[in-house]
DNA sequence: ATGAAAGCGCTAACAT
DNA sequence: ATGTTAGCGCTTTCAT
């Protein structure tokens, strides 16, 4: 468009004698693709110039910055974040870590993370742990590696070693959240978005209480290292204890949830004497509405002899004919909640009483 | 461990004099964190060494790895991704971008993504398009800058300018991937991931007039850009106008699924005559789901009078009481499928053949 | 308002 | 098997 000239050296018009060779036959080449240098040469400024004006730190001449924009244009000039990130220190990357990406909770999460942080101009790096603390100290020693504006976390457990790193990340500047977890004796600089799943437990061993049966059960969740749905168990069973209650504790067989669940409830409802009475909590929806199945087709009445009590508040609970009772937890507000605190740090503007976010879960009283 | 001395000039004993200020006073300090280069003087020795040692390029004395493991261990040192991308022109990310996170399908896919790719020491950067093709193509350009290993992209259309971006990226070297979707029209070059819409949505209109049904009705997504799941609607049409039957396309209308799909179900009926024989098919198993209730309220007895066929095998419709009929797709699997491509990609050993992969819908027969 | 120089932390290429 | 040198493409800092 403007006069693009075919070296910077000579865009006063005075050619550079050839003292030394005029292409330094560099051993590296770059990797082909347009750079702001490119750029800079055809806008006949310096590569400081464009760079001030895509960042748009003002002062930049409106005559300039039309050339700049038009060079922008011709030589389709996308930044490489990498060399940027590096002179610069900072990236626009946040590292997301989550047990699990195809649970709707977890998929929830994701989906209010990534749209808040995107409108922010954030990028997400996501990855999995598998519901394994060894695989997430591997995942944030991968994704560390960016350097990235924060880390979220899910839960306040972690591999012995991990707190260092966290450490050490937080002193170079890179918060850290824990998401899906709170916890009271939490440090004040802690980032905590989510809840306390004791009184979770807690919450659902009242609910079965008021409802008037007489027996409990919790059925936990397989999975050996979801130590929030454990701490769900130990709250409800601390609360019915502390009632003088009866309650049991039972761990699903592993596999499909909705399987186990209904597995795990046959097996149990076998072993029981006639008349029951009995409230029956879940690690999670899945597995109670397998269990709901199964006393379908025991012919179980279900509010009268049984209160099943899911947890999660998933799609299948939601829509489940005549519905499932259980624990809503809004997973995308934890996820958008996550993303202002970052954009608040980023911002410079977080205060210590906001750090903490507590997203309360919600009772959902259907069906059973 | 190992004698660290403070300076690497001075590793030989031989203190540099100091013609200059020792320190140069640069202009520009670190950001804080470990670098090679403390690892190197720790270990005494250069960071080349140490680099090697790291990416295990052989060549290292097993009395050097010693030193330098126990430099790694006493800094805590993480690479800085940023500045081996840069140096090297290789970057260990692959750029996702999905129109949802949070819809079941795509969750699972990037499931089964993030877990291969993981497993092959790779990142994911996830963006989400919320079904725009303008925002997809704002994400586009955003990763790019990344200049990731791979771009796996959603479905087949893009809006005009993208092309452009993709042929260049794919020039300097990022393969570009288009999954959940398939043409066999599409450039040999070109790597596919998905199936053919317009025949899954032949298959679904086939099923059901193998069924009996007499009358067809396709409800379509209300999500605008969802050109799939509209594909799906023409291939359903198209094959029951070839077979010389009726059929009616009708366009749910926009809010939760399971709702807009009760809603457009219950206009519909009331407007038929009374004995009906009719054959629904759904762009996703939510609609179909809604419908299924309304249907339920309405007294329709579902297999005789009514056929529905939902999209997708969502847990909803899996679990569903009796069960939907449907079209299985296995969401997980196409992740993992695009992870084997970029693998071999990376590898160099990806041949012509196996660039495009069908991943064939099956269909599912349940109780409606 | 713009430019020149230096360097972010690492690796490719060329020694030795 | 290890070291030296010269960048990768950008931004910080200082000068003009």
Same mark, same amino acid.
């Given at each position: 468009?403007?006069?693009? %000239? ?50 748009? %730190? ?14 922008? &244009? ?15 220190? +900072? ?24 749209? %808040? ?5 954030? &990028? ?10 060894? &695989? ?28 260092? $790193? ?47 049966? @007489? ?6 969740? %397989?999975? +050996? ?46 072993? @029981? ?13 899945? $597995? ?30 939601? =829509? ?24 608040? =740090? ?9 750090? &903490? ?12």
């Amino acid at each position: 468009m403007t006069n693009p %000239s075919q070296r910077s050296t000579s865009l006063k018009g005075i050619p550079i004698p050839d003292e030394k060779p005029v292409v330094p036959s560099s051993r590296r080449k770059g990797h082909g693709r347009v750079t702001l240098r490119d750029v800079a040469i055809h806008a006949g400024v310096t590569t400081m110039t464009v760079s001030r004006y895509l960042r748009s %730190s003002a002062k930049i001449a409106p005559e300039t910055a039309l050339k700049v924009a038009a060079a922008l &244009q011709t030589t389709g000039y996308t930044p490489n974040m990498q060399a940027g990130s590096l002179a610069s220190g +900072r990236s626009r990357i946040v590292a997301v870590i989550v047990p699990n990406m195809s649970h709707s909770i977890f998929a929830d999460t994701l989906h209010g993370l990534g749209q %808040s942080l995107q409108a922010a101009g954030l &990028q997400m790096l996501v990855a999995s742990s598998d519901y394994s603390l060894q &695989q997430e100290e591997q995942q944030i020693r991968a994704v560390l590696g960016w350097a990235p504006a924060a880390l979220v976390l899910t839960g306040r457990h972690h591999r012995a070693g991990v707190d260092a $790193l966290l450490q050490q990340a937080r002193a170079s500047g890179t918060p850290v959240m824990e998401m899906w977890d709170w916890n009271a004796q939490a440090a004040p600089d802690a980032m905590q978005v989510g809840f306390d799943h004791r009184r979770a437990g807690e919450l659902m061993a009242q609910t079965l209480v008021q409802r008037g049966y @007489q027996d409990f059960v919790f059925i936990d969740s %397989s999975v +050996r290292e979801d130590f929030r749905a454990h701490e769900r168990g130990m709250g409800f069973q601390n609360t019915l204890f502390a009632l003088g209650q009866r309650s049991e504790l039972i761990v699903a067989p592993e596999g499909d949830a909705v399987q186990a669940g209904q597995v795990v409830f046959s097996e149990w409802f076998a072993k @029981q004497a006639a008349p029951i009475h009995c409230g029956i909590a879940f690690a999670n929806d899945m $597995l109670a509405v397998g269990a709901w199945k199964a006393a379908q087709m025991q012919c179980v009445a279900c509010p009268d002899q049984l209160g099943l009590l899911g947890f999660g508040d998933f799609p299948l609970a939601r =829509h489940w004919g005549g519905g499932l009772s259980t624990l809503r937890i809004d997973g995308e507000r934890i996820g958008r909640e996550c993303a202002q605190l970052i954009q608040a =740090h980023l911002r410079d503007e977080l205060s210590a009483e906001v750090r &903490q976010v507590n997203v309360m879960p919600e009772l959902v009283y259907r069906a059973t």
